[in-house]
Nanobody, 125 residues
Framework: QLQLVESGGGLVQPGGSLRLSCAAS????????IGWFRQVPGKEREGVSC????????KFADSVKGRFTISRDNAKNTVYLQMNSLKPEDTAVYYC??????????????????WGQGTQVTVSS
């Protein structure tokens, strides 16, 4: 059974940092593109970042460019989202998802067949 588990969320002050982890079980992560999404209650889920299978290509939403980085450790079957200079508007539930496609492309949720349960990130003073 394919399973993704996010961790690392929490409460942080504006300007602070968090590192989210997305650990996979039941499948080999390096066969999948991994995306990070986030959702605020009452709003649609939005794509935040994506990393190619090899990790050589990354993609970021304009709202997080320059502040977030994404990386993967295929040996540990884990993808990381490093979030720096956090803002209150980054508050959301963050999800990771896996897609068997070759490249990041668009953040079309239909292309991501496996999802984690989400981890809450709250940026507040």
């Amino acid at each position: 059974q394919l399973q993704l588990v996010e961790s690392g969320g929490g409460l942080v002050q504006p300007g602070g940092s968090l590192r989210l982890s997305c650990a996979a079980s039941g499948f080999t992560l390096d066969n999948y593109v991994i995306g990070w999404f986030r959702q605020v209650p009452g709003k649609e889920r939005e794509g935040v970042s994506c990393i190619s299978r090899s990790g050589g290509i990354t993609k970021f939403a304009d709202s997080v460019k320059g502040r977030f980085t994404i990386s993967r450790d295929n040996a540990k079957n884990t993808v990381y989202l490093q979030m720096n200079s956090l803002k209150p508007e980054d508050t959301a539930v963050y999800y990771c998802a896996a897609s068997p496609r070759l490249f990041c492309g668009t953040y079309n949720e239909a292309d991501f067949g496996s999802w984690g349960q989400g981890t809450q990130v709250t940026v507040s003073s």
